[in-house]
């Protein structure tokens, strides 16, 4: 459960939401930087660990006691092979414990490890590439978004699967700016944030969204969670 927390900024404080998190690096410098990065802002690391066994031993140590994590953060590639321990932990705590956000860092896109984590449960996930760590504000805030059950896709993995996804019938309808809208979509921003990146009204984006709902079959009773369906749709094309 995310907890409360407050802020003391320039005079005012500002309410936001303290998380909890297991993050899971092999490289013991950028484990403590993410440590740093997170705790500084009012976080909480509840555990920090170098390899996949000890992610998932961590974290049903904490279900046990009834202290599950908000989210973890883990690196697709662990010890011991260095190959793909960390998104397969990550895959099978998202089936273990369903309400767990789990975001991965990878060095850099690889499709198949983004379509494995992505194509069951689609709340709560995140995939970033390494680099976005550098931009503090944007990777907090994706850890924030994943442990609240929403979405964090990095825009080079978005790229890269939207790319691969016009090979296919399921985005064939969509016009190029509807392709633009979901890949904004997809890097979790609202419409007001698409419509400032695109420069237009947010009447223009509402209306774009809804067309890329009906042309792919999103219908109204799948709510908010339209907006991640929308994205990956193709995957199970």
Excluded at 53 to 75: M, N
Excluded at 160 to 185: F, H, I, N
């Amino acid at each position: 459960m995310l907890v409360p927390r407050t802020e003391w900024n320039g005079g005012t404080n500002i309410v936001a939401d303290r998380v909890r998190v297991v993050i899971a690096e092999d490289s013991v410098l950028l484990r403590e930087g993410l440590t740093r990065l997170l705790t500084d802002r009012g976080h909480e690391v509840v555990a920090g660990v170098g390899d996949a066994g000890a992610l998932i031993k961590s974290v049903r140590e904490l279900a046990d006691e009834g202290a599950l994590p908000d989210v973890v953060v883990a690196d697709v590639r662990m010890p011991p092979t260095h190959t793909d321990e960390g998104v397969r932990a990550a895959v099978r705590l998202r089936r273990d414990h369903p309400g767990l956000g789990v975001l991965v860092l990878s060095q850099y896109v690889e499709e198949q490890y983004a379509t494995e984590l992505l194509a069951g449960n689609s709340r709560g996930v995140g995939y970033l590439l390494k680099d976005r760590v550098a931009e503090v504000r944007e990777f907090v805030d994706a850890v924030v978004r994943v442990a609240e059950g929403g979405t964090a896709l990095d825009p080079e993995v978005v790229a890269q699967l939207l790319g691969r996804s016009r090979k296919q019938d399921v985005l064939a309808g969509l016009t190029p700016r509807e392709r633009e809208v979901l890949g904004l979509m997809a890097e979790g921003r609202t419409n007001s944030a698409i419509a400032r990146q695109l420069v237009v009204s947010d009447g223009a984006v509402e209306k774009h969204v809804s067309n890329i709902f009906l042309k792919l079959g999103l219908s109204p009773s799948d709510g908010d969670h339209r907006r991640v369906l929308a994205v990956l749709t193709y995957l199970n094309s």
